[in-house]
């Protein structure tokens, strides 16, 4: 295994492309036949593979995951003044698109059971408000959300479920791919998933009708006509043929990056899972995680930043949990339920570097420094 530099910069989760070169091969072939524009073989190819991959009827590759959970709230129906659900503990691209609807977040807390969002949140989240028009389900860190309990109290008010997949490609909830549960799922291709395009995202549905309204939509709702005629509101949110090539090629080595980052998990957790005040991320019986990221809660005298900083002396990335929708500048007007599970997580955890580029020998690097902070 070849030894990394002392100094050289470990990274939480960069772009990893494949050693057989299975994206150049697509990208050569878009640029042989001069279609490097939007839409293509490519794109059409990339979403039947990934389809079939995560076993949806349909499939539709944009310019980004963000654009796939816009495109999916129109799918659903959601428009001005609308309430929308949503976990608080998520990165803002999954909140930002209810905003761009003109429609209303309400933020869902966490449980320390799954760290995403708390069933029983939700039921509270329903008394007070029975008129909501979607729920966006998050599996943060590549964990799945508890799906069953979730899905059966969205079935109850009828409403209709996007699953924010964009961390969790590759995961499974009992056995079935993450994403694939509500009526729309998304998954992110950017630079720091666990594949990449260097940025796209996918809309999964089984809703034929819809997808197809939704390769409308994302093409500037052109009308089928000789000119350029346009009934409803478009939008440039289709994939390119090159960037679907380098997806088509990354989709080929989704498990073996999978294998890596639940070898990174492990190796943590047998290194450091003994260290006063550490409680890893939880892996539920239920759940076959991708391991995304490899998250942790200090609860000692060591704090999350002195991870950090540690590790940032050493020319090392970590970061800390995400913050909280409902504490962010921006969204704090909104409405929250639950207790403080999500606060209290953004509090203690953080992220260590998951880069499926690491070897062992930066394992043991990261480690070393983390260990010595409980030596001082």
Sequence with gaps: ????????????????????GYEMQYVKEAFDTNWIAPLGKNVNEFEKELAAKVGSKGAAALSSGTAAIHLALRAAGVGEGDIVFCPTLTFSATANPIIYQNAIPVFIDSNYETWNMCPK????????????KAVIVVHLYGLSADMDKIMDICKKHNVSVIEDAAESLGGYYKGRHTGTFGDYGIFSFNGNKIITTSGGGMLV??????????????????????????????????MSNVVAGIGRGQLKILNQRVEKKKYIFEFYKSELGYLDGIEFMPVNDWDQPNYWLSSMSLRGKIRPIDVIDALEKENIESRPIWKPMHLQPFFEKY??????????LFKNGVCLPSDTKMTHEDLERVVSIIKGLWLE
């Excluded at 295994?1 to 057989?20: G, Q």
């Design 1 to 20: 295994m070849e030894t990394t530099k002392v100094n050289e910069r470990i990274y939480l989760s960069s772009p990893h492309m494949s050693d057989e």
């Design 121 to 132: 949140a939700l039921e509270e989240a329903f008394e007070k408000y029975p008129e909501v």
């Design 205 to 238: 549905s089984n809703n034929e009708e819809r997808m197809a309204k939704v390769r409308f939509w994302a093409t500037q709702s052109r009308d089928q006509a000789r000119h350029y005629q346009h009934s409803e509101l478009g939008f440039n949110y289709r």
């Design 335 to 344: 409405d929250y339920v639950g207790s403080d599970v999500s606060e209290q």
